[in-house]
């Protein structure tokens, strides 16, 4: 009897450790992210926000992407091959990449796709990442139809693209976002609703959608009909939409958070310590927007004035915290060059003095040049209003409201918008000065230098010069790398030094981590992606 009952209690105790076991083993692959509130949009053709990339790069996949080593290898495309000199690409399809719903990935939802992004009548933000396309942006202006794009569907499984020129990079850019296909049928029956329900938001990437929770949380699970299925690791995704700084720490430290974007900058020093803040690099830019076409604005020796009063190191020691880089360029260090030893930025050096030792001449020369553009001691200037979303970017003018202040005399207003509300702020150019940031798409110096062209819709500050359109016309139309190169160095000397935006910082990335989370992809381009991700 004695031995039965042992028996009986030993074979309980497994069993509740075996379930136990089980179900940890289960919730170390539910991996919880915060990567910031309600974004815009999750619609991969129309989105244009970081934050919504999380969403887009786990829920599709475009015909290549990126291994766990940050490399471009095949993603819905098997195989391909470059045609006259690059100006040409055949892409082979796997047969077996299939959307979530079951239904093959064709390459005429890549044609579908690519043409809507270009369609004048969908007005993507984003269409002029597809100029180098043949007839791309003649489309995008309403010179040409939507089926004069260079892309065409061979059969179902053979893709052709035809480009303007040799795209030293077009690899690299269809990885991104913006090229991953969507599907005809769906968005033709639900319209623009069709991102915002997750029986509707039909992808092919690693993950599938199942609950859109608006402004609350969008939850993930593994994709079993993804071609690569047996790779992925995590078996859920849970994004929580959260703004709240204090909830993200509070979250990571007791462990229902894994991840966050959203971090309180004034306790970056006392989170890293504590092993919860990872500080990683990105090739991401900092700077303000002015309005070139203000009465007042339209005066460089005014916006150069502001430039030269505003402390960058101040604000990235005091402020930031982050191990930010004080710029006095545009385009960040780690964007590669025509030779590779040395980034774009290393061989372009900088564009004005911003060492701390030369900060008292600055102020000096802002003084002066404030003078002869008719504001002495900020007599007779207007109060601005300065436009932003909520978070550090606050804190970060704050520190420059009062350095124009106490230097030039002048005051200025914030004005906060919420994120999305911002967005079509920026892009609607209803600002008098705004800050802007980009994070970039891909590794080379147009991903920047072509926001300020004068037809870019994302030129918030409606800079205009045709000897900055020739430069950047150049870079996108040759092949010859040393060229490419030379013409876009030219291109960014000319918006600095016009000074229609003024660099802040180059970003790096606070981010709070669970101590226990592995294997996260961490992107320099800040899209992270945790399809290899789980905790000890």
């Given at each position: 009897m004695?031995?039965?009952?042992?028996?009986?209690?030993?074979?309980?105790?497994?069993?509740?450790?075996?379930?136990?076991?089980?179900?940890?083993?289960?919730?170390?692959?539910?991996?919880?992210?915060?990567?910031?509130?309600?974004?815009?949009?999750?619609?991969?053709?129309?989105?244009?926000?970081?934050?919504?990339?999380?969403?887009?790069?786990?829920?599709?996949?475009?015909?290549?992407?990126?291994?766990?080593?940050?490399?471009?290898?095949?993603?819905?495309?098997?195989?391909?091959?470059?045609?006259d000199d690059g100006a040409r690409?055949?892409?082979?399809?796997?047969?077996?990449?299939?959307?979530?719903?079951?239904?093959?990935?064709?390459?005429?939802?890549?044609?579908?796709?690519?043409?809507?992004?270009?369609?004048?009548?969908?007005?993507?933000?984003?269409?002029?990442?597809?100029?180098?396309?043949?007839?791309?942006?003649?489309?995008?202006?309403?010179?040409?139809?939507?089926?004069?794009?260079?892309?065409?569907?061979?059969?179902?499984?053979?893709?052709?693209?035809?480009?303007?020129?040799?795209?030293?990079?077009?690899?690299?850019?269809?990885?991104?976002?913006?090229?991953?296909?969507?599907?005809?049928?769906?968005?033709?029956?639900?319209?623009?609703?069709?991102?915002?329900?997750?029986?509707?938001?039909?992808?092919?990437?690693?993950?599938?959608?199942t609950e859109i929770n608006q402004d609350e949380s969008i939850i993930m699970i593994k994709n079993t009909n993804y071609w690569n299925v047996d790779f992925v690791v995590a078996e859920e995704l849970r994004f929580i939409l959260m703004q709240n700084e204090n909830s993200s720490v509070a979250g990571i430290k007791d462990g229902s958070i894994d991840f966050a974007r959203v971090v309180p900058t004034q306790d970056i020093p006392n989170l890293k310590e504590e092993g919860l803040l990872q500080i990683k690099p990105m090739l991401a830019s900092y700077f303000y927007c002015f309005n070139v076409t203000n009465e007042v604005l339209r005066d460089v020796r005014v916006r150069k004035a502001l430039a030269l009063a505003i402390d960058r190191n101040y604000i990235v020691e005091q402020v930031m915290k982050g191990g930010e880089t004080p710029a006095n360029a545009f385009v960040p260090f780690g964007i590669r060059d025509a030779d590779v030893k040395e980034s774009f930025r290393e061989i372009g050096g900088g564009f004005f003095d911003i060492s701390p030792e030369n900060y008292q001449n600055n102020i000096e020369e802002a003084k002066r040049l404030m003078a002869e553009a008719g504001y002495p001691d900020g007599k007779g200037f207007p109060v601005f209003e300065f436009k932003a979303d909520p978070g550090f970017h606050i804190a970060i003018f704050e520190a420059v409201q009062q350095m124009w202040k106490e230097n030039l005399g002048i005051d200025t207003k914030i004005v906060q918008e919420e994120w999305a509300v911002f967005l079509q702020t920026r892009y609607d150019k209803n600002l008098t000065m705004a800050r802007g940031g980009w994070f970039g798409d891909f590794n080379d110096p147009i991903n920047f230098l072509s926001l300020y062209t004068s037809y870019s819709p994302n030129n918030y500050s409606s800079y205009s010069n045709a000897q900055y359109d020739a430069y950047i016309q150049t870079a996108l139309t040759t092949g010859n790398q040393k060229v490419r190169m030379e013409a876009m160095h030219k291109a960014e000397e000319l918006l600095v030094n016009s000074f229609a935006i003024v660099p802040i910082y180059f970003y790096t990335e606070p981010l709070l981590v669970n101590p226990k989370l592995r294997d996260v992809y961490y992107d320099a381009l800040a899209m992270h992606k945790f399809v290899y991700s789980y905790k000890e």
């Open positions: 004695k031995k039965t009952i042992l028996s009986i209690i030993f074979s309980v105790a497994f069993i509740l450790c075996f379930i136990s076991c089980g179900e940890n083993a289960a919730n170390n692959k539910v991996i919880t992210i915060n990567a910031g509130p309600q974004p815009k949009t999750i619609d991969p053709s129309l989105n244009t926000a970081l934050d919504g990339c999380y969403y887009v790069i786990h829920a599709f996949e475009g015909l290549t992407t990126k291994d766990k080593n940050g490399n471009i290898v095949g993603g819905v495309a098997e195989s391909w091959e470059e045609f690409y055949i892409f082979h399809l796997r047969t077996n990449a299939k959307w979530s719903d079951g239904k093959p990935v064709l390459a005429e939802d890549f044609v579908y796709t690519w043409r809507r992004v270009v369609d004048p009548l969908v007005g993507s933000q984003y269409s002029f990442q597809h100029e180098p396309v043949k007839n791309a942006k003649d489309i995008t202006a309403g010179k040409l139809p939507v089926e004069s794009l260079g892309i065409n569907a061979i059969d179902d499984y053979t893709l052709e693209v035809v480009l303007e020129a040799p795209t030293a990079y077009f690899l690299d850019l269809v990885a991104f976002p913006t090229f991953y296909p969507v599907r005809r049928d769906i968005i033709e029956e639900y319209g623009d609703n069709w991102s915002l329900n997750p029986q509707t938001y039909i992808g092919n990437g690693p993950f599938v959608t």
